[in-house]
């Protein structure tokens, strides 16, 4: 496709709210993945630290 102005690129030939619909999901949907593994990180760090203390 070619667009002739920034209007065209964003309605996508008429998909622009599914094309950027997508997108925006897709994008919430890695950042809350990133976010669950940094949680489940830390409570696992958090874990083993108590584990560690317990058995000193």
Same mark, same amino acid.
């Given at each position: 496709m070619i #667009?002739?102005?920034w209007s065209q690129f964003w309605a996508m030939g008429g998909y622009?709210?599914?094309? #950027?619909?997508?997108m925006g999901v897709t994008a919430a949907c890695m950042?809350?993945?990133v976010w669950q593994a940094r949680l489940a990180q830390q409570q696992l760090?958090?874990?083993l630290r108590a584990e560690?203390?317990?058995h000193l």
């Open positions: #667009w002739e102005n622009g709210l599914y094309v #950027w619909g997508s950042a809350i993945e760090l958090a874990q560690h203390e317990g």
